[in-house]
């Protein structure tokens, strides 16, 4: 790949402030410092970019990356971001006010170009204001996008909001290219009964806002999502899948940089779990993560505890301190359940539990031979490159759809969707662990070996840096 450009563009990077929006969008930046010899301005908010500080190693930045920061309204005294309603609506606060100072921001940098995320509008508000070229970011699944454009006909259908009495199986037959694999409980968590209309609206908005975008980048690849990304390109000629781009990042700079970066993560890492896991089988433990922002009720949290008990499996769970709703720290009752109190298990013990893991070096661990996820995209795409299928509990979002593809498209998991009981929680990972183990290991394999090609040199994922390089060099 050639780096050495005549003229260094310089691109302001403009993430949602959430964890699974922020991690990818500093990857790509790294990849574009790195692979492009460009300049990326890193526009974080206040607390976010107060925490990514904490977490960054030396040596963690390429030449040519700066951060900056704007105002928001997190108490400063949050130590992390925190899961309960009222966090996330904060997230949705913190960013409301911040167009004047981004516009300001904008103004003095004069950049080649920015690559807002595809729901922070603000970014593209101010690229068309000021003239300067904007390329949407979208942080989900190719398949997911595609089923965001579709709300509006949604809605003029009377699909959505679904019915708080609906048959939840009823197959979705209106999106072009989906018919016959969603049913109504596939749509994403916003489609159903008792979202208020504000949050509705709110993506509603922001998915027509992409639109004024002139390309759009994914974190995904066209072995995976090759027909969605297809479709995508008829609203955005300009197609960029560069995932997945932990791969793409560690294939690039694999010389510079250890697998151990943080790359973007908010959150102290506790490494004690990968001694636990040099202690246990190969392909033995079952991974448990439920990324940065769903919360689990404490009745579910206790199903979910003597699911995985009664599944003789050992197993590795991130429960961080506002895993559970409504607690501020995770209840005392289930902590003595638990035992959770103790931290990060002994050699020989059945079970790990941290407050924040090093998920990528987990997943890629020897131990690991399943992955309990909600499926929220970045950890799908790691799952997927890891070449670890997965058992599916989503929540929020788009973790509905990604699940759903997961388990009956791609075949590479199982979805227990809606149901958390003890009884299931211990069959799903019985079977993906045992009973069906074969069959879908044999998916994940063949998917793992496509990520993978993909991120090498020749790959499309790769090839697909050099034209979104190319690209932005030509707006110079
Ligand atoms: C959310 C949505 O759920 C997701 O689908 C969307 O695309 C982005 O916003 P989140 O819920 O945090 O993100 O999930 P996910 O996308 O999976 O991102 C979590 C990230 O945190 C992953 O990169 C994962 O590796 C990292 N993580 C999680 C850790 O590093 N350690 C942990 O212990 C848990």
Request: some cysteine.
């Given at each position: 790949?050639?780096?050495?450009?005549?003229?260094?563009?310089?691109?302001?990077?403009l993430?949602?402030?959430?964890?699974g929006?922020?991690?990818?969008?500093?990857?790509?930046a790294?990849?574009?410092?790195?692979?492009?010899?460009f300049?990326?301005?890193?526009?974080?908010t206040e607390h976010?970019?107060?925490?990514?500080?904490?977490?960054?190693?030396a040596g963690?930045l390429?030449?040519?990356?700066?951060?900056?920061?704007?105002?928001?309204?997190v108490p400063?005294d949050?130590?992390?971001?925190?899961?309960?309603?009222?966090?996330v609506?904060?997230?949705?606060?913190?960013?409301?006010?911040?167009?004047?100072?981004?516009?300001?921001?904008v103004?003095?940098?004069?950049?080649?170009?920015?690559?807002?995320?595809?729901?922070?509008?603000?970014?593209?508000?101010?690229?068309?204001?000021?003239g300067?070229?904007?390329i949407?970011f979208?942080?989900?699944?190719?398949?997911?996008?595609?089923?965001?454009?579709?709300?509006r006909d949604?809605?003029?259908?009377?699909v959505?909001?679904?019915?708080?009495?609906?048959?939840?199986?009823?197959?979705?037959t209106?999106?072009?290219?989906?018919?016959?694999?969603?049913?109504?409980?596939d749509?994403?968590s916003?489609?159903?009964h008792?979202t208020?209309?504000p949050?509705?609206n709110?993506?509603?908005?922001?998915?027509?806002?992409?639109r004024?975008?002139?390309?759009?980048?994914l974190?995904?690849?066209?072995?995976?999502?090759?027909?969605?990304?297809s479709?995508l390109?008829?609203?955005f000629?300009?197609?960029?899948?560069?995932?997945?781009?932990?791969?793409?990042?560690?294939?690039?700079?694999?010389?510079?940089?250890?697998?151990?970066?943080s790359?973007?993560?908010?959150?102290?890492?506790d490494?004690?779990?990968?001694?636990?896991?040099?202690?246990?089988?190969s392909?033995s433990?079952?991974?448990?993560?439920?990324?940065?922002?769903?919360?689990?009720?404490?009745?579910?949290?206790?199903?979910?505890?003597?699911?995985?008990?009664n599944?003789?499996?050992?197993?590795?769970?991130?429960?961080?301190?506002?895993?559970v709703?409504g607690e501020?720290?995770?209840?005392?009752s289930?902590?003595?359940?638990?035992?959770?109190?103790?931290?990060?298990?002994?050699d020989?013990?059945?079970?790990?539990?941290?407050?924040?893991?090093?998920?990528?070096?987990?997943l890629?661990?020897?131990?690991?031979?399943?992955?309990?996820?909600?499926?929220?995209?970045?950890?799908t795409?790691?799952?997927?490159?890891?070449?670890?299928?997965?058992a599916?509990w989503?929540?929020?979002?788009d973790?509905?759809?990604?699940?759903?593809a997961?388990?009956?498209?791609?075949?590479?998991?199982?979805?227990?969707?809606?149901?958390?009981?003890?009884?299931t929680?211990e069959?799903t990972?019985?079977?993906l662990?045992?009973?069906?183990?074969?069959e879908?290991?044999?998916?994940?394999?063949e998917?793992?070996?496509?990520?993978r090609?993909?991120v090498e040199e020749?790959?499309?994922?790769?090839?697909?840096?050099?034209?979104?390089i190319?690209?932005i060099?030509s707006?110079?």
């Amino acid at each position: 790949m050639d780096r050495q450009p005549t003229v260094a563009p310089h691109v302001v990077f403009l993430p949602f402030p959430a964890q699974g929006h922020v991690k990818p969008m500093f990857m790509l930046a790294k990849l574009l410092c790195h692979v492009g010899g460009f300049q990326a301005t890193f526009v974080n908010t206040e607390h976010n970019h107060a925490l990514l500080q904490r977490t960054l190693a030396a040596g963690d930045l390429p030449a040519g990356f700066t951060f900056l920061s704007l105002p928001d309204a997190v108490p400063h005294d949050r130590e992390q971001q925190q899961s309960s309603i009222s966090t996330v609506r904060e997230l949705f606060n913190s960013i409301r006010n911040s167009k004047p100072d981004f516009r300001r921001l904008v103004a003095e940098l004069s950049p080649t170009c920015i690559i807002a995320d595809g729901i922070m509008s603000l970014g593209f508000d101010v690229a068309v204001e000021l003239g300067i070229p904007v390329i949407a970011f979208r942080t989900f699944s190719a398949v997911c996008a595609w089923v965001y454009f579709h709300l509006r006909d949604l809605i003029e259908q009377r699909v959505v909001p679904i019915p708080a009495d609906a048959d939840m199986d009823q197959p979705i037959t209106s999106i072009p290219g989906l018919e016959g694999i969603l049913r109504r409980r596939d749509l994403p968590s916003i489609c159903r009964h008792g979202t208020p209309p504000p949050i509705l609206n709110f993506f509603l908005r922001e998915t027509e806002s992409m639109r004024r975008a002139s390309g759009l980048i994914l974190n995904t690849f066209d072995g995976l999502e090759g027909p969605l990304i297809s479709r995508l390109s008829t609203i955005f000629p300009k197609i960029f899948p560069v995932g997945p781009l932990h791969g793409l990042l560690s294939n690039v700079v694999k010389e510079e940089e250890p697998l151990t970066a943080s790359n973007g993560g908010l959150k102290e890492e506790d490494r004690s779990c990968m001694t636990w896991l040099d202690s246990q089988p190969s392909r033995s433990v079952i991974f448990v993560s439920f990324g940065s922002l769903v919360a689990l009720t404490e009745a579910q949290f206790v199903e979910f505890w003597h699911g995985l008990v009664n599944s003789g499996k050992p197993f590795l769970w991130v429960v961080r301190s506002d895993s559970v709703l409504g607690e501020d720290e995770v209840p005392s009752s289930v902590e003595v359940l638990s035992g959770l109190k103790s931290g990060a298990a002994r050699d020989g013990s059945r079970c790990c539990v941290v407050d924040w893991a090093p998920q990528v070096e987990v997943l890629a661990h020897e131990a690991v031979g399943g992955f309990l996820t909600h499926s929220g995209w970045n950890s799908t795409v790691e799952s997927v490159l890891a070449g670890v299928s997965m058992a599916c509990w989503p929540r929020l979002s788009d973790q509905q759809v990604n699940s759903r593809a997961v388990s009956d498209v791609w075949r590479i998991g199982l979805d227990m969707k809606d149901t958390w009981d003890r009884s299931t929680v211990e069959k799903t990972v019985r079977e993906l662990m045992e009973g069906r183990r074969d069959e879908i290991m044999k998916s994940t394999i063949e998917m793992a070996g496509m990520a993978r090609g993909s991120v090498e040199e020749g790959g499309s994922s790769y090839h697909n840096l050099e034209k979104l390089i190319v690209y932005i060099r030509s707006m110079c």
